[in-house]
């Protein structure tokens, strides 16, 4: 993909490198120092291509999303026209109703705010279980959610005889 870049943290940056190298683009590393209050400084490489592609796993997340969103403002500022964020785990996409009066639809508040800060979003097998497309939680025309059964069966076809897998 020309004029783009792959962007990981530390802890993906594996996937982050096999990612760009699978579409054939540059990869880069986004630096995060953490402060002893909790604060973070994060930077992205200088001068950055048309098209990012932010990719973070979004596990624990109330820390990671603001270390996404201080990574997508950064990524503007240097150069970047899209970001597309790349998350195999979208996070708060469980509770997609209130369940008591007084709870917060997370999906729908983390949504919104994803869709401010990115121009789409990729993930994998998130939780959707009353709603048919991703971009209902999502509202961004790229909205993607990908599924990860297909390939997972096949690989544990491979590695076991006869596999059951209970979940």
């Given at each position: 993909m020309k004029n783009s870049t792959v962007l990981g943290f530390a802890e993906n940056m594996q996937q982050a490198q096999a990612l760009a190298a699978e579409l054939g683009t540059?990869?880069?590393e986004i630096t995060l120092h953490r402060f002893p209050d909790g604060e973070h400084r994060l930077a992205v490489p200088e001068s950055l291509p048309e098209n990012v592609m932010v990719f973070l796993s979004l596990d624990h997340p109330n820390e990671k999303l603001i270390e996404l969103l201080l990574a997508a403002a950064a990524a503007r500022d240097n150069g970047a026209k899209r970001v597309l964020l790349v998350t195999p785990y979208l996070c708060y996409m469980r509770q997609d109703i209130a369940f008591h009066p007084g709870e917060?639809?997370?999906?729908?508040?983390?949504?919104?705010l994803l869709a401010e800060h990115f121009d789409a979003v990729v993930t994998v097998d998130p939780h959707l279980h009353r709603i048919e497309r991703l971009q209902q939680a999502v509202p961004l025309h790229h909205a993607l959610a990908l599924t990860a059964a297909e390939p997972m069966a096949e690989f544990l076809a491979g590695q076991f005889e006869r596999p059951l897998l209970i979940g």
């Open positions: 540059g990869c880069g917060a639809v997370s999906q729908q508040i983390i949504g919104k």
